[in-house]
C-alpha cells in the first residue's frame, strides 16, 4: 500500500529556530544516553543476572572468571544488536523518503525476502551450515533483488509507485518459494527455523567483521542522502529546479538500503517492523527533515532492537524468546496504531 504523505510533510523543513535546534540537538544526547543504558541491560541480563560490577570488570578487566566469559559473550550479541539496529533504522527512513509512504520498511521492495531466499537455497542446495557461510549468500540475494527491483521499477525512469509494485511482487514469489523449499526438505527447515524469525542469539565477532564493512558504507551513504531526500519530498519538479539528480538519488538510495537491509538480514535474519516503527515515530518530534531523521533512527532503531531482545531473555526464563519474535508481537499494533492514526487525520 503506498501512502502519499501529506503536502507539509513533502516540503523541506526550512531553518529551525535556535531554541528549536537546540531541543533536537539535547534529545539526540538524550538518545544516545538511553542507549548505553539498554546497551548495558543487554550485557547484564540474561539465564544469569550479572551485577554492573561484573559488567565493568568484564569489559574493562578481563581475568577469565565465569562473570567475565558471561560479558564477553554477551557483547558479541549487543555490539550486533547495535549494528542491525542502526541499520534497519537507516534503511526504513531512507525507503519511506524514497517511496513517499511513512508506513514503508525495507520489507516492502522485497530486501528480507532476497535474503531469505539465498539462505534457504544455500543450506539445501549447496549444504552450507554455519552462519559465516551463508551470511554472503543472505547479503547477495538482497543485492539482487534490490537490483531486480530497481531494474523492474523503471531503472533510470523508477518511481516510488513502481518501485513499491515491483518490490511487492517479488516478496510474494519469493516467499512462496522459500515455503515450497523448507516444506520438501525437512532438513532445511530445522536449520532454518531461527533464522527466519530473527535472532542475535547465533552473534559471534566473525560475524560482526564480515558485516561490518557494509554497514559502515551503508550508513554514510544514507547520511549522505538526506539533503538530496528532502528535495524530492518536495515533489519532482522543484526538486529539479533546485538542482536535484533525481535517477542518483533514487539509485543510491536504494543501493543504501539494500546494503544496510542485507547485511543487517545476512546477520540476524528477517527482523520486521525496527526500519517502521522508528523511522516514523522520530519523525512525529523532529519534523520531515531527514538530516534530523537519519541520526535519531540511527540511535533509536537499536533501542528497540536490544530492548526487544532483553525483554525475550525475561519473559521465557531459563529459555528465550527470539528477537523477531519480539519485535513482531509488539509490532503488530504499533502498526495497527499508526495505520488508523494516519486515516483519522486525513479525514
Keep these: 500500500m503506498l501512502v502519499e504523505s501529506p503536502p507539509e510533510q513533502r516540503a523541506e523543513t526550512a531553518p529551525a529556530p535556535p531554541a528549536r ?5 539535547f534529545g539526540l544526547l538524550l538518545a544516545v544516553a538511553i542507549l548505553v543504558l539498554v546497551a548495558l541491560a543487554s550485557i547484564a541480563i540474561g539465564a544469569k543476572e550479572l551485577s554492573l560490577g561484573q559488567v565493568w570488570h568484564g569489559l574493562f578487566e578481563d581475568s577469565g572468571t565465569y562473570g567475565d566469559v558471561v560479558v564477553a559473550e554477551r557483547l558479541s550479541r549487543t555490539v550486533l544488536g547495535l549494528l542491525a539496529g542502526a ?6 527512513a531512507v525507503l519511506q523518503a524514497l517511496t513517499r509512504n511513512p508506513l514503508a520498511d525495507p520489507g516492502l521492495l522485497g530486501i528480507n525476502a532476497g535474503a531469505s531466499a539465498a539462505v534457504v537455497t544455500a543450506i539445501t542446495y549447496f549444504g552450507v551450515t554455519s552462519l559465516s557461510g551463508y551470511v554472503w549468500f543472505a547479503f547477495f540475494g538482497a543485492a539482487a533483488v534490490g537490483a531486480l527491483v530497481w531494474f523492474l521499477g523503471g531503472s533510470r525512469g523508477a518511481t516510488p509507485v513502481r518501485l513499491a509494485l515491483a518490490g511487492t511482487a517479488i516478496s510474494a514469489a519469493l516467499y512462496g518459494y522459500l515455503q515450497a523449499v523448507m516444506i520438501m526438505d525437512e532438513a532445511a527447515l530445522g536449520k532454518m527455523r531461527f533464522w527466519t524469525v530473527g ?3 547465533s552473534a559471534t565477532d566473525s560475524t560482526i567483521t564480515q558485516v561490518l564493512p557494509f554497514l559502515l558504507t551503508g550508513t554514510v551513504l544514507a547520511l549522505a ?3 538530496p531526500l528532502n528535495a524530492m519530498a518536495m515533489g519532482d519538479d522543484t526538486a529539479k529546479a533546485l538542482g536535484a539528480d533525481l535517477n542518483r538519488t533514487r539509485a543510491l538510495s536504494m543501493l543504501a538500503a539494500t546494503v544496510l537491509c542485507g547485511a543487517a538480514t545476512a546477520a540476524c535474519g528477517p527482523i520486521v517492523f525496527v526500519g517502521l516503527m522508528v523511522p516514523h515515530v522520530v519523525r512525529s518530534f523532529t519534523g520531515p527533515d531527514l538530516r534530523w531523521i537519519l541520526p535519531y533512527a540511527a540511535i533509536l532503531s537499536p533501542v528497540l532492537l536490544l530492548g526487544a531482545d532483553v525483554i525475550g531473555r525475561i519473559v521465557a526464563r531459563p529459555s528465550e524468546l527470539q528477537v ?4 513482531a508481537i509488539l509490532g503488530g499494533p504499533v502498526f495497527i496504531f499508526l495505520v488508523r492514526r494516519r486515516r483519522t487525520a486525513q479525514l
Excluded: E, P, Y
Excluded at 21 to 25: G, L, Y
Excluded at 87 to 92: E, R, V
Excluded at 324 to 327: A, K, L, P, Q, S
Design 21 to 25: 535546534r537546540a531541543m533536537r540537538a
Design 87 to 92: 541499520a534497519l533504522g537507516l534503511a526504513g
Design 199 to 201: 535472532s542475535l542469539a
Design 225 to 227: 542522502l538526506a539533503r
Design 324 to 327: 523477531g519474535i519480539v519485535t
